[in-house]
């Protein structure tokens, strides 16, 4: 958290936050306060924003508008006031790269508007793990892929499914747990070498 100091370095009192200041007193409180966030900011800015070529910038709007807002109000904190201006930039630039002028549109089909239906890669690797999913409940023991059928599939609670099949509870918990881990190592084990003999 950044401290904000009292005095300056001859002893004479700062400005309380939203107090106004001189230019020369806010030039200087800019200077220690703000300017050595850059390195942080810059870090910041390249993990979240798309477009590197415009991190200085987008580092630059935020001093500007930093200064600015500072002027009229001077943050409490600034660090976090410096990375919501700078956040606030990004998301802006954003929402601007997205639009589009209708003008240059020669038709509403060649615009690109994100669909909510999964793309065809989406579409086949979905189908691909039902497939797999598929084949794995088949070589669940029968009553084992029945509870987690029920339970998985059908939503019901573990007593639904002990009145449905006919056994305890605890033998349904213990269907479930076995199916869970066969399941776990059908899916997920590491495929063997099928060229490696034994």
Known sequence: MVKIMDSNREGKPLPRPGAAMTTPEFDAWFAREVLPLEAALMQFLER??????????????????????AQRERPKLVKPFVFAV???????????????????????????IASEEPGPERTVIARDELNRLKTALERLPKRCR?????????????????????????????????????????????????????
């Open 48 to 69: 979240n924003c798309r477009d590197k070529a415009e991190l200085e910038d987008i580092c630059q709007d935020a001093f500007i508008k930093v200064y600015e807002a």
């Open 86 to 112: 700078a956040r606030n930039i990004v998301v802006d630039r954003i929402r601007h790269a997205r639009i589009i002028p209708i003008e240059t549109a020669l038709d509403l089909d060649t615009i690109d």
């Open 146 to 198: 029945e509870a987690v059928t029920l339970r998985k599939i059908e939503g019901l609670s573990m007593r639904e499914i002990a009145a449905r099949m006919g056994i305890s509870v605890k033998t349904v918990d213990a269907h479930l747990v076995e199916g869970a881990a066969t399941l776990a190592n059908i899916l997920y084990a590491e495929p063997t070498d099928l060229r490696r003999k034994p």
